[in-house]
């Protein structure tokens, strides 16, 4: 069974770097994307950007230019490098898989193809 543990979220001032890590235990066999989201108090979960099998990726419009995911293959893990932070990124940020084969696209907004959620990490931006 497929799970996923999130971790590098943290405290950072605007302007600041953080990268997250998204780490799979089991068998990824199957899950043909993974993406990021992030849910911020008393708002909507949102697509943040997502890397198929192939490696290719998907953003939000927003985040374009400042994060960047990429993976690991052989060490199960996704990572999303988040720069020029600012105070609206703060959220709590998940990684999820989906098993929806879309070839070399993936979605960040359609939540209901992901199917395999971590727990959470938690990103504040202030000064």
């Known amino acids: 069974q497929l799970q996923f543990v999130e971790s590098g979220g943290g405290l950072v001032q605007p302007g600041g770097s953080l990268r997250l890590s998204c780490a799979a235990s089991?068998?990824?066999?199957?899950?043909?994307?993974i993406a990021w989201f992030r849910q911020a108090p008393g708002k909507e979960r949102e697509g943040v950007s997502c890397?198929?099998?192939?490696?290719?990726?998907n953003y939000a419009d927003s985040m374009k230019g400042r994060f960047t995911i990429s993976r690991d293959n052989a060490k199960g893990t996704v990572y999303l490098q988040m720069n020029s932070l600012k105070p609206e990124d703060t959220a709590v940020y998940y990684c999820a898989a989906s098993q929806f084969d879309s070839g070399s696209y993936c979605y960040i907004d359609i939540k209901g193809l992901y199917v395999v959620w971590g727990q959470g990490t938690q990103v504040t931006v202030s000064s």
């Open positions: 089991g068998s990824t066999q199957g899950y043909y994307s």
């Open positions: 890397i198929t099998s192939g490696g290719s990726t």
